[in-house]
């Protein structure tokens, strides 16, 4: 066996280890250990992606001295190492445009725990991916929702804590359904391991046996993991979460965390019950009905808001909506571009918050769009990388938005009933997208209060108005009702250079992926061939 | 004619009557209680009393209307829910039906050959310990992380720069346990005992029913009883932030660094070189018994620093 073959275990475990360790650090330690633990499994996950390309095969690779229905087992294959490069870059990136906020966010003596949630959310997310076992799934799952909730709750915000009670209650929900259902799955096959559940799973639905207990763990299955990755009816808990933690975490979790379970689900869809049966069970289009809701719900709701941040959270139940609308409609084109969107929102979503951030520090702190107007002047960099990520998002040419559109509209074309929703639906959440971050983006471009009047403006004594006078008076208007005001000689913001570092970065991977889509997507198609 | 009992306030009937009616404490004066200290003077921003009238439901019908949609609603959810897991169960094999799937080849070859290929008189230990490690290793990370969530939450620091100018010693006191002769006699009597058992829990988990986690937790309830008894500066002669970190730093990494070097072996078919012993001997089913002694070093130091931080914010 390869060396290379190891390294999804050492990626795994060197994560926990540092973990582990990191709780005893000084928070500088913990940072550079994160850092370092990061690049570490960046460069494992590259060498593995570069070898199981070239090789072409799937492998699975024993947790212990027991084969497969006995022992735990990870498997890995393109789609696997991908994946867990994909990670690793957004991870390395979200922490490196969020570093000097964390340490402004968090407590002082408790920063070395932050680092210890990222290592564990990192362990989490790699072992999601890699893992072949349904129970190290739920393990994991755990882990993963524990870490979650404290990333929210470092800040000990008021905002913060609401927000981190309502996501432990919403994902210990999905966790329990998901536990039932896999009891109920154990209790029919007496496997825990996916390969050999499969093939008990095979036996019941060639015997007709035990159908009714089989579809229901299939069911709360998808609705564990539904409510956990936060599909349209489950997304209460997403925009106080994302809108309201430190930049890194609204990142990460944004960005990963309610990823991993989608890879999740489509792995136990895929390996375990297999595509057609959750298609013959409905399961597939109630999906797809309800990814359709939320593509235009979760637009329709980001319209409505007036903070900023708490409206890309929402473009987020969107975009999840895109996701489980490529599972539903059930085609292998469909599910890689699922697949490739999840990079996509993953790439795009991180970015948005760290430029938020940035143009949050540029308009004193607020993120109401009044005081973010003329941000995009004041903090350039950060200007133009909201300007990248919204566009991305949007779908325009170029950037990889666009080109998951494109895959979506292709998959869509000739499956029969779902075809023509899936077009409509995805044209008009592309112009609600449009709506609402053009506006921000025109916001940020556009300079506090308007310029100079249109019409001869007059105050109350009928004295025509000068445009500086009419300016003042704009301003002291804005100022009474709590909007931030800019100095007036356009005061520029620096960005740190970890943070400068990371927007420009985001940007061009960004870029790479709307522009070399085509190694991407042929990868994701070979591994997903081998997935099952 | 009416007769009315003269010492009608200190009879029986009397007291219970004010008990059901809720006027009176039965416990008052005999728990130790912690009265919360009155603050200088009542000052409500006004922005927060609009925030008060807008959330109470006597004030706001919209919301009293949601509130009670919201109840109905939930429940006949969580209702339906319950009805379709009950209906689901009768379809389920019979618990213990020799027929059932569960019990098949991968179930009976842990009771055929977990002695063999473990050296584990416990097979559930064998299991959860060697077959099934890595999940296991992930169990402990989970009580670990819990405890990070926990620290995070409520651990008190004073040089945090955050509690700069606020006042630290004030609640210092009310830390301290009432000094109860009874339960300080009966702990002197328990607690050697419940360690003593608890340790023997832990280090015969691959020979008799126990392991790492149930002997973690009788230790860890062992300590909790003790500090109740005794208050923090007895335990903290012996456990302190410091003891807590070493220990649990020093289990988990000795985990992790086993494991792997077990998984990288098994993975590699390559040799362990770790002798099973003579199953049923203490010394034997190789890295069984240590790994055993580190869950439950974990299992015992998470218990009691919930304990320590939910009861004053440190240890």
Redesign the interface.
Known sequence: MAFVYNFPLFSIILSMFSAIISSVLSGKWAKRVSLIMVCLVLLMSSGLLVYTHSTGEAVTYMMGHFPAPWGNEIRFGVLEAVMAVFFSIVMLLSLLGGMSHVFADVEDTKTNLFFVLIDMTMSSLLAMIYTNDLFTGYVFVEINTIAAAGLIMIRQHGHSLVASIRYLVMSSIGSGLFLIALSILYGITGELLMVPARDGVQVLRESGNYSLPLLLSLGLMSVAMAIKSGLYPFHTWIPDTYGYSTTTASAVLSSLVSKAYIILLIKIYVRVFGYAYADAGHILNVLFVLGLVAMVMGSVEAIRQRDVNRMIAYSSVAQIGYIYMGLGLGTEAALMASLFHIMTHAATKSMLFVSMTGLREASGGKTDRRSLSGAGYRNPLAGITFLVGSLSMVGFPMLSGFISKLLFARAAIGVSGKMLPALLVLALSTILNAIYFLRVVITIYSPQGSDAPLDNVMDDEGHVLTPEAYQEAERAKLQTEGVFLAPKAGALVKNGPLMSVAMVLMMLLNFFLGLCSGPITEALLAGLRIFG | MSRKKQDYEHSFLYHFRQWVAGNVDPLEGTMEIRVPQKKAAETVAPDLKQIRTVYDPSKNKELKRFNRLYKASSLLLVLLLMG??IW?MG???EIGAEA????????G??VEKGLE?TGAVNFVTGMIL??????T???S??L???T??V???L?V?K????RKGRKTEEAEDSFRPGEDVVLQKVSTVLVPLIFIFGIYVILNGHLSPGGGFSGGAIVGAGLILYVNAFGFEKTERFFTGKTF??I??AS??FY??A??Y????????LP?GIPLGVPGAILSSGLILPLNICVGMVVACTMYAFYALFRKGGF
């Open positions: 379709v897991l689901a379809f389920m094999p059932a799937p569960a019990h098949n080849a991968t179930a070859r842990y290929e060697d077959y099934r490690a890595f999940d290793f992930g169990e990370c989970v670990f992380i819990a990070i969530c620290q995070i939450l651990r620091d040089d945090s720069s955050w970190k070493i649990t730093v988990l990494s992790a660094l494991k792997t077990s998984f990288y072996t098994g993975a590699n078919h362990t």
